[in-house]
C-alpha cells in the first residue's frame, strides 16, 4: 500500500496553522489577500511613475509656438530643458492654435500638451452671432464646454499680440476701414484666423465687398509687399518672426495702431492691451516711430486631463525659466501665470502657483527621486498603516476565540463538581460521570494551536482530578 502523500505548504501557510490553529483553507485565504494587496500596491506604484516622454502640439515652422517648442538656436526651449530632466519632448508641428486644440480634444491623437491662444476654446466665428459676442462653438452635437472638458490649462506663458499691417496711403485707425478691401486673414486652422475673422465680424465686415482671403502667412506677406492684398493678420501661432520683421522693415507697410483697444478688451475678455515702445523692434531706425498699442491673447499651456502631477509641476517650471524674463512686452516674472480665460486650471497647477514645488521636490532636487518617495508613501503607507493593526490585532481576536472555547468547557465542569459536593447514590455518581465524559470528548474534539497547550492539558487535568473525586466518593 503506497503511503499517504505529504502536502507541500509554503511557510507563511504553515506559520498560520501551526501558530494559529487555522485550517488550511482559511490560512492560505489570508496569505492570498494580503498577497494580493502587496501586489497591486507594487503595480500602481509602477504604474502611476510618470512617464519619460511627452508629446507637444506647437505650430508651423518659423513661428513663436514653434520656436518655444524646439528651436535649435534657442535653447531656452522646451525640449532641450526637459532633456536635463530626462524627460523626451516630441514635437509635432502644427497649423496653429485651433488644430492643436483639435488635438488636444481628440484621446486618440497621441498629443499630451500645446501651445494654445486663449479664448479660442470658448468663442466661433458664424454669421449669426452678434458683434462682440462669445458664443459656444456647436460641432458634432458638443458645446465647446463639453468638447473640452478633459483639458486642463498649467497657466498663461506668453502675450500672443495680434499684427495687422496693410498697405494705404493715411493711417487707418479703425478696423471697419478695412471694408471692401482685400485681407488676408491667415491659414485656416491657426488662432490667427479665428480671431481675425471674429474682430472683423464685430466691425460689420463678413464678406463681399471686402474679400476675405485664408491663406499662408509666406504667401501672405509676399502678396502684401507686391500690392495683391491690402491687409494681412498675423500673429505668432502661424507666422514666422522674420516674416513679421521684413513687412514692419517696409516703407509701404504700415502697423494698425489699435486707437480702440480699450473697447477690444472689455466686450473680448479674453484680449488683452498691448504697448509696443517707440523703437523696441530697432533702435537705430526707430522702429517703431511711436507707441504702438496692439491688442491680443495670451498663449496657454494646455494639457490632457491626467497629466502626471510631477510632470506638471516640471513642465511650469520650465515655463518660468522660458517665459519669466522681461521683452519688449511683457514684464519680468509676469508669466507663467495662473489666468483661466476658457479652460479650467488643473488642481496641480493651482498648488503650484501657489505653494511652488512639493516639499519632497525642494529636499531631494530630483523629480524622479521626488516622485518614487511620493508614490511609495501613497501606495505602501496605507496598507502598512491598514496590515500591521489588523496583523497585531489577529493574535489577540484568535487567543480571545480559544479561550472562550475553553471557558466554555469549565462551566460545566465547575457545575459538575459542585453536584458532586452532596451525598450521592451509586446512580447518581454513574450519571455525573457520563456527564464528566461528555465534557471530556467535547475537550479531546478541541482544536487548540501549540501556544495554548499549557491551558489545554491544564483542562484535561481539572477533569482527570473530578472523575478520580468521583471515583472515590462512596455512596450516600
Known sequence: MNPPKKTTRSRPVTMLMETFGLS????????????????LAVVWFVESAPPRTLTLTSGPAGSTFRRFADSDRYQRSYQPILAKHGVTLQV????????????????????????????LAASEVQGNNPPGSRPRLVQGGLSENEKFKDLVSLGSIAYQPLWVLYRNPARISRLSELAGKRIA??????????????????????????????????????DLLAGKVD???FMGDSAPMATLGNLIRSPDVKIFNFTQADAYVRRFTYLNKIVLPAGSLDFAENL???????????????????????????????AQEIHGDASILQKRGEFPAPLEPDIKMSDD???????????????????????AINRALVAFLPMILVLIPAIRFLPVAYKWRIQLRIYRCYRPLLLLERDASADLTAERRQ???????????????LKVPASFADQFYSLRGHIAFVRARLKTVAPG
Not at 463678413?206 to 491663406?215: R, S
Open 431 to 445: 450519571d455525573l460521570l457520563r456527564r464528566l465524559d461528555e465534557i471530556e470528548g467535547t475537550v479531546n474534539r
Open 231 to 233: 491687409a494681412v493678420f
Open 185 to 222: 486673414v491667415g491659414d485656416l486652422g491657426s488662432g490667427t484666423h479665428e480671431l481675425a475673422l471674429t474682430l472683423l465680424q464685430a466691425n460689420g465686415i463678413t464678406g463681399a465687398p471686402t474679400i476675405l482671403l485664408n491663406m499662408d502667412s509666406d504667401v501672405a506677406a509676399k
Open 24 to 39: 488550511p483553507a482559511v490560512a492560505v485565504a489570508i496569505v492570498t489577500i494580503i498577497a494580493a494587496i502587496c501586489l
Open 349 to 371: 497647477a493651482v498648488r503650484y502657483y501657489k505653494s511652488g514645488k512639493s516639499l519632497l521636490a525642494r529636499t531631494t532636487g530630483s523629480l524622479w527621486l521626488a516622485s
Open 288 to 318: 517703431p516711430a511711436e507707441d504702438i498699442v496692439l491688442i491680443g491673447p495670451t498663449v496657454e499651456l494646455v494639457a490632457r486631463k491626467g497629466l502626471n502631477s510631477a510632470l506638471s509641476d516640471l513642465l511650469i517650471e520650465v
Open 92 to 119: 509635432l508641428p502644427s497649423e496653429g492654435s485651433q488644430e492643436n486644440l483639435q488635438r488636444l480634444a481628440d484621446p486618440h491623437s497621441g498629443v499630451d500638451i500645446g501651445f494654445v491662444q486663449s479664448g
